[in-house]
Each structure stands twice: as structure tokens, then as C-alpha cells.
């Protein structure tokens, strides 16, 4: 499944000693991110990458921060930037899993976790700060976390982090970033104010646009269904039964409809659970790891929480509600069939009758004509 190119990882200008690594832990070749992004991210320059979740992406942006690390007194000397705190932990896991010989230390600063952990790791000297723009900048006006000795500032899935309203709290970082960095952009879109942030930020970007070959994760089939709105949920539980789901992600707009859709389920299902933005962090971290270790087959989630989801045995996405920005349809089916996962993913799509533009918009934006899926009556 893995969507791998024929080139080698030596060939992309990495040390023996990281080779070596990425062998032991069984990654044979680039992906096709990692191969078009590495090189240039290598050189020291700017790269703007458009791909997305589920692609190989965290190595694209970490493995440059890896090799270009160096002992000094002087900390931190990366900072990645990512929307949310699920996200935040999933590139920190993915660093511990790539990095070779002397692991770096890294933080995660993220709201809803103490500020003092946080900031004592701070202060006994990290290498990598990784975290959601609010707390990092938290940290940094109590004058615990300086940006002056930084080398690489990376902001992962910018368009997420543009759309949930980090865009005041990226340009603070940014502006107080030393001007001798370099900066690494990824995003599974590239609307204009990523290109604004760009032209402001960086220099002379590399761009590496995979997006003409295929915006979404091609392990996935991906349907739409014509429903009304009050007859989801029956057409929900037939759909269920006969899928068979081996894990499964079902999205709403809200995290209202997330928790109304949670109780229709929790008294007919015991392995179901809800994720969105207004449970506590504690909570979210508990569902996060029964789904992880497929206790939970079945997580109603929202866009914010649900996007960097990854978890290799998840079969299905449903999107209960089609989603409201048609970026975000490439986010949620991303979840499902990933680089790590042996089978091919499902999406299907409910769509009520009155939604056929958002459809429409969505094929436009994964260049592909999506197929209607019946049920039998
Ligand atoms: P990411 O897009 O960074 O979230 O990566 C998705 C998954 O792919 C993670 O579980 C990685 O461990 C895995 N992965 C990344 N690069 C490779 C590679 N070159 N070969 C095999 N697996 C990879």
C-alpha cells in the first residue's frame, strides 16, 4: 500500500548514519513527498510542500532538522508549528521513531497540558520544540522559550492552522524568528493566504507540488450517498452492517451534532467514542489511545480533532456530514488506508440533496468524478 518511489534514501543526500536508521525501522524507499521535498530541505533552503497527512511528510521536514542538529549550549534550535495537540504528538513519536544515535530532546507545548512540565523541559535545554502556536507563544512571553537561536522553523499543515485562526499568533512567531533560518511550510492545499505567509516569510521558496498527481491518498475508494438529513443515522447503522468496518471515523460539522450522533450509538454500542474540541485534554487522550489500540472501532469525531489522526487500522471514513470546507474532505479521507496499512480504505460521503455544488467543488478539488453508492432497500 505504501506509495513508495524507486529511488533510495542515500541517493536523497542524507548521512550513512540516517540510512542506516531508516532501514532498520523499514522504511526502504522515499515516499514521493520525501523524495522531491528532501533534497532541497537538505540544502538549507526554504521548501513549500503541498501534501498531506498519511504521505510520509513528518520525515520530510524532521529528517533535515535531524541531520543539521548539533551540539551546542545554545536551545532550541528547531521549531515545528502544528494545529492541533493530537498533531503536535503524532510528529513527536514520528521524530523518536526516525532519529538515530543521540536522540534529541524534544517538547510538546500544547494548551491543556500543565505550562510548568512544559516549561521546566524547557528550561533543562530541548532540541526540538513542538506545538500549537498559542502555547508557544504562551511560553515565550514568560520568557522561558527564546526563538534566537533557531535554525528551522517548520509549519506543518498550514492551511489548518491559517483556518482555525493561528494566522496572528504564526506572523507574531515568525516576525521574532532569527532572519538567518530556514523555514519549511507544508499544507495539503495551497490557498492564497499560504501564499501571502510565503512571500512574507520565506525566501524564495522550492515549491513541491505533488498535487497534480493525486491530492488524495489513492488507497482510497471513495463513494457518495444521497441522503436526507433525518434519515441518516438508520442509513448509517445498514451502511455499518455492511461494511463491517474494521475501524472506523465518522465526521460531523459540529462537535453538537458529534455528541447527539455519540448518544444515539452509546446505548446499542460499547465500542464507540466521541472526539471533538470541547472535551478535556485528559478525555481526548484516552480516546486517542483506545482507538489507537482498537478498543474503540467506532470515533465520531470533528475536523479539528480528527485531522492527524494517525492510526493504521482504520478501514472506513464516513462523512456523516459532507464536509464545510471542501479542503477538509482531503484531511478526512487521508485518515483512512494509510502508508502503514495493508488494505484499501472506503470514504463515502452523505450528501443531502441540496448539497450537490459542496459535491461538485470537492470533485473539482480531487480532479476526480466520485461514484454514487446505493443501498439496497
Ligand atoms: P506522515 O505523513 O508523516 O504522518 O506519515 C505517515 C506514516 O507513514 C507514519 O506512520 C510513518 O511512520 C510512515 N512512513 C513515513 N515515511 C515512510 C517511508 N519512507 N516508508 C515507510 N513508511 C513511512
Redesign the pocket.
Known amino acids: 500500500m ?1 506509495d ?1 518511489t524507486k529511488c533510495s534514501f542515500a541517493d536523497l543526500g542524507l548521512s550513512d548514519e540516517c540510512v542506516a536508521r531508516l532501514e532498520e525501522i ?6 514521493p513527498i ?1 523524495e522531491k521535498f528532501l533534497p532541497p530541505a537538505l540544502k538549507g533552503l526554504d521548501c513549500l510542500g503541498q501534501s498531506q ?7 520530510s521536514f524532521m529528517l533535515p532538522i535531524l541531520e543539521k542538529q548539533e551540539k551546542s549550549e545554545q536551545f532550541p534550535q528547531a521549531l515545528v508549528l502544528c494545529p492541533t495537540r493530537e498533531l503536535s504528538e503524532q510528529v513527536a513519536q ?1 521524530t523518536i ?1 526516525i532519529a538515530s544515535g543521540d536522540r534529541p530532546e524534544i517538547v510538546v507545548v500544547v494548551g491543556g497540558r500543565p505550562l510548568r512540565t512544559q516549561a521546566q523541559k524547557i528550561e533543562r535545554g530541548v532540541d526540538i520544540v513542538i506545538g500549537t502556536p498559542g502555547r508557544v507563544i504562551d511560553l515565550y512571553k514568560r520568557n522561558i522559550l527564546s526563538f534566537d537561536h533557531l535554525k528551522t522553523v517548520v509549519l506543518d499543515e498550514a492551511d489548518r492552522m491559517l483556518d482555525i485562526g493561528f494566522r496572528p499568533d504564526m506572523e507574531y512567531i515568525l516576525k521574532r524568528c532569527p532572519k538567518q533560518r530556514q523555514t519549511l511550510l507544508l499544507s495539503a492545499t495551497i490557498p492564497d493566504d499560504i501564499e501571502r505567509i510565503a512571500q512574507l516569510f520565506m525566501k524564495d521558496p522550492v515549491r513541491i507540488d505533488l498535487s497534480g498527481q493525486n491530492v488524495t491518498a489513492s488507497s482510497v475508494d471513495q463513494y457518495y450517498c444521497t441522503v436526507d438529513e433525518h434519515k441518516k443515522f438508520p442509513f448509517l447503522i445498514k451502511l455499518l452492517s455492511v461494511e463491517k468496518p474494521r475501524q472506523v471515523i465518522v465526521f460531523c460539522r459540529t462537535k453538537r451534532k458529534a455528541d447527539q450522533l455519540y448518544n444515539k450509538f452509546r446505548t446499542r454500542l460499547d465500542n464507540v467514542a466521541a472526539l471533538h474540541g470541547d472535551l478535556p485534554q485528559a478525555k481526548r487522550d484516552r480516546v486517542m489511545k483506545k482507538f489507537r489500540d482498537g478498543k474503540v472501532r467506532l470515533l465520531i469525531a470533528t475536523d479539528i480533532v480528527g485531522r492527524g489522526i ?1 492510526v493504521g487500522g482504520i478501514s472506513h471514513i464516513i462523512n456523516y456530514d459532507i464536509p464545510e470546507h471542501s479542503d477538509d474532505y482531503v484531511h478526512r479521507i487521508g485518515r483512512a488506508g ?3 496499512s495493508e488494505f484499501l480504505g472506503k470514504a463515502f460521503t452523505f450528501v443531502t440533496k441540496e448539497q450537490g455544488d459542496e459535491l461538485t467543488r470537492i470533485e473539482m478539488l480531487v480532479n476526480r468524478m466520485i461514484p454514487q453508492y446505493r443501498l439496497d432497500d
Do not use: V
Not at 497527512?53 to 520525515?59: C, D, M, N, S
Open positions: 505504501f513508495s523499514g522504511y526502504e524507499h522515499p515516499s520525501q497527512t498519511g504521505t510520509g511528510k513528518t520525515a514520528e521513531h494517525d494509510r502508508l502503514s
